[in-house]
């Protein structure tokens, strides 16, 4: 969630980029305007496209369509022509509706107006620092699922699922919207980077698991209670009323091992004749085929959005 910011000398802005690394911020040096106004609304809209994307792409499905137009507006600053407005198209996809999709769709279509009011050598700066963020995000993605902490204190990979730092996405809302809030909430603001991405993988199974249920014609919401759990009401099964799960994993505001964001996720089956709940399974959340085997077909309905799948 590059945030980016004005220093001002005299009648002219530099536009600064700012982000958490290992240790502490880091800041460089973007771009300098003789526009005050226009710097402003250059650094403003960076940050909106930076701040959404970063918080895509951990959580959201519509996360490669975000990243495809950002690389086509770079496309175009690298050009000569006017650059044209950028149209992301949500369509097909769950999280089309989610507010950092929507937020950075709506900035693409007005950015190019600020962006064609700017000098060759401007226009190549801000492709190559639109660049960077991309490759940042692209090693968060690389890196965290195999556990493994960026190479470089300064790479831009330390500050992912966070919530961002200008805008404040994330903090907020149901999941996966509000997937870095829901971290924060279930196993507090210390984790390493690498325990974030467990995290994630469970609130984002969790997410999705909630949505296929719904599809199926089920009910399901999620719910951080004593830990962090799906709530499943799955249509058929003998009673007519349906079959009962709960899928958790335990928050860990205790600090005990079992409740580290790599413990396994649990599957329970309440059994509504007499209240009973039997404990099913243990499974690690990118486990599509035990999820499948253990709670149905149904979970299919939906796909886990899982980075590791995109190479």
Known sequence: MTSYS??????????LATWPGADGDQTVKITTLDDGELARDLAVYLTHVSEGTWDAAPWLDTYPVIEAGVSTLV????GTGSIPRIDLSGAGHRHGEQWSFFDVAEVLLDLPEVLNRLTRAQRLTVADELTTDAAGRAEALRTLPVRQDPADGT???WQALEVTRALGNGRLGPLPEGGAGWLVRAWGGELSLVDRWAARDRLARIEQLVAACRQSGGRAEPRLDSDLHAHLVVPGGGSGAGEVFYVSVPSGHHGSPDERPTAPMTIKH???ADGTVDEVHVLDPADDAGFAE???EWTR????PDP???G
């Not at 496309?75 to 690298?78: K, S, T």
């Not at 309905?301 to 886990?304: A, E, F, N, R, T």
């Open 6 to 15: 004005l220093m001002s000398s005299g009648p002219r802005s530099t536009v």
């Open 75 to 78: 496309d175009h600053l690298r």
């Open 155 to 157: 790479s831009r990979a």
């Open 270 to 272: 309440l059994h509504l």
């Open 294 to 296: 253990t709670l149905g």
């Open 301 to 304: 309905l939906v796909p886990w």
């Open 308 to 310: 590791r799948a995109d």
